[in-house]
């Protein structure tokens, strides 16, 4: 895919179109960025660390900048480092995340409550805000974007022990329909998916300590985990191909939602 490298300049200079992909060191982003470098875009991962195991190998010409996506200051400097690389960004994956407390109501801590909401929902307005105004700032007619966030299926329904990761999610997917409407004028599409569970690095940890696996892959229509190249597809879908979708938040789940019990 391609983008004018000048807005609006008439050079007729073609550059790479340039994805930003938050999260991307890890697991469901770490999928995307290898699948928007195989769409031949540039993909610049924000993470707070570099690659994780076993990707610290082939992850075929990623940029990685460490950052903390809550941080607005240090994510536009991010974002202003990546353009001078490869271009303004005009597509963004927010796949950054961080587990909840999993813990009663009654019980949750407050600052976990705080952190949750912060990486979770500030981090992805930081993140989604500081792309659009970069992409202002470089002037010339709109260019075409896109942005998908990740909200859960935790999002859809009401379950216990999901005060601060819940509704984290279900906070990321209203956002990403406001996002939707309020930036339809700039020509930016706004989307959100919700995972099921994903065999990443986030779930094994959460199967080491216990996680009933089983019980998910029963409950499941389809009878198994997603793998992150799956989810990864949906998420390029959104991003690059559906073009009249804006403001949806699709479930990737095997089903799991759909279940009436
Ligand atoms: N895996 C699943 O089953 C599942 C299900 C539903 C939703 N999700 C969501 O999908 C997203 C990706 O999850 P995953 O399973 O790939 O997790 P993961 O732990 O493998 O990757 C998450 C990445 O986010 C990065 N990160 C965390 N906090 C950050 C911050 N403040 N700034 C920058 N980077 C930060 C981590 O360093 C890590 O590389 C998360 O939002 C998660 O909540 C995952």
Redesign the pocket.
């Known amino acids: 895919m391609t983008q004018r490298s000048e807005h609006g300049s008439g050079s007729g200079l073609e550059a790479r179109e340039h994805a930003l992909v938050?999260?991307g060191?890890?697991?469901?982003?770490w999928a995307v960025a290898q699948r928007l470098i195989d769409r031949g875009l540039e993909v610049t991962v924000?993470?707070?660390?570099g690659p994780?195991e076993p990707h610290r190998t082939g992850s075929r010409g990623v940029r990685y900048i460490e950052?903390?996506?809550?941080d607005e200051v240090a994510v536009e400097e991010a974002i202003k480092v990546a353009s001078a690389t490869a271009g303004v960004a005009s597509r963004l994956v927010t796949?950054?995340?961080?587990r909840g407390a999993f813990v009663p109501a009654l019980d949750l801590d407050l600052d976990m409550m705080r952190r949750v909401l912060d990486?979770?929902v500030v981090?992805t307005l930081v993140v989604a805000r500081a792309m659009v105004r970069a992409m202002a700032g470089a002037g010339g007619r709109p260019a075409e974007g896109s942005i998908v966030t990740?909200s859960?299926?935790t999002a859809f329904g009401g379950w216990a022990n999901q005060a601060d990761y819940g509704t984290a999610k279900a906070a990321i997917s209203q956002l990403s329909r406001n996002l939707a409407v309020e930036w339809a004028s700039l020509g930016i599409r706004v989307n959100s998916v919700a995972?099921?569970?994903?065999l990443?690095?986030?779930?094994q940890q959460m199967i080491d300590q216990g996680y009933d696996v089983a019980a998910t892959e029963a409950r499941t229509p389809l009878g198994r985990l997603c793998t992150?190249d799956e989810m990864a597809a949906s998420i390029e879908n959104l991003l690059l191909d559906a073009t009249f979708v804006t403001g949806v938040c699709l479930p990737v789940d095997g089903g799991w939602t759909t279940v009436g019990k």
Do not use: A, E, K, Y
């Open positions: 938050t999260g060191s890890s697991g469901i982003g924000l993470d707070l660390q994780v950052v903390d996506v809550t796949s950054h995340g961080i990486v979770h981090g990740v859960s299926t995972p099921g569970h994903t990443t690095p986030m779930v992150p």
